[in-house]
T-cell receptor, first 110, second 113 residues
Framework: LAKTTQPVSMDSYEGQEVNITCSHN???????ITWYQQFPSQGPRFIIQGYKTKVTNEVASLFIPADRKSSTLSLPRVSLSDTAVYYCLVGPNYGQNFVFGPGTRLSVLP | DSGVTQTPKHLITATGQRVTLRCSPR?????VYWYQQSLDQGLQFLIQYYNGEERAKGNILERFSAQQFPDLHSELNLSSLELGDSALYFC????????????FGPGTRLLVL
């Protein structure tokens, strides 16, 4: 089961680009990397998922290097409403624990 | 709106009591997951069901049990409640067994007094 490591917290200012990196050294060949966003008292929300190289959607971009041992979630031009906890999850996980970990608490300042 | 519904939204009960939390997955999703999140804590995976069968078990206490019914909705039963069981309980669903993409419900906030 691939374990992930992320920074505990990050601060940014409105309008800046934010990059959050997740390490997953033991990622398996069939594992995907998925990022979730969670606001206080709400359920996590799927942001983006990728397998390799780069994936972009209307919310974020996900960069995955060739060795896939890490991934970087990129949020362009953040706003105050992007203040949340961001989780990186590696899977699928068949019959095993789904470990979200502590995530990265992003604080966007005005 | 994720398409996952949970009832009730809030629940206040006393120690020693038993409660049932209900979850309806997104249409077509076969997997249901239950998570517990205490104040300012991370998500703790409790249990997963896939098409009615238990698939994975996490840190679920023996006082807790769950099941998934033929119509795919799921219930989480919490008994002999303790103060420490106060938390947000989330249900999530996915189309597959591997849980790569989970869609979370709004949660049930349980307060044990």
């Amino acid at each position: 089961l691939a374990k992930t490591t992320q920074p505990v917290s990050m601060d940014s200012y409105e309008g800046q680009e934010v990059n959050i990196t997740c390490s997953h050294n033991n990622i398996a060949t069939n594992d995907y990397i998925t990022w979730y966003q969670q606001f206080p008292s709400q359920g996590p929300r799927f942001i983006i998922q990728g397998y390799k190289t780069k994936v972009t959607n209307e919310v974020a971009s996900l960069f995955i290097p060739a060795d896939r041992k890490s991934s970087t979630l990129s949020l362009p031009r953040v706003s105050l409403s992007d203040t949340a906890v961001y989780y990186c999850l590696v899977g699928p996980n068949y019959g095993q624990n789904f470990v979200f970990g502590p995530g990265t608490r992003l604080s966007v300042l005005p | 709106d994720s398409g996952v519904t949970q009832t009730p939204k809030h629940l206040i009960t006393a120690t020693g009591q038993r409660v049932t939390l209900r979850c309806s997955p997104r249409s077509g999703d076969l997997s249901v997951y239950w998570y517990q999140q205490s104040l300012d804590q991370g998500l703790q995976f409790l249990i997963q069901y896939y098409n009615g069968e238990e698939r994975a078990k996490g840190n679920i206490l023996e006082r807790f049990s769950a099941q998934q019914f033929p119509d795919l909705h799921s219930e989480l039963n919490l008994s002999s409640l303790e103060l420490g069981d106060s938390a947000l309980y989330f249900c999530a669903s996915s189309a597959d067994r591997g849980g790569e993409t989970q869609y979370f419900g709004p949660g049930t906030r349980l307060l044990v007094l």
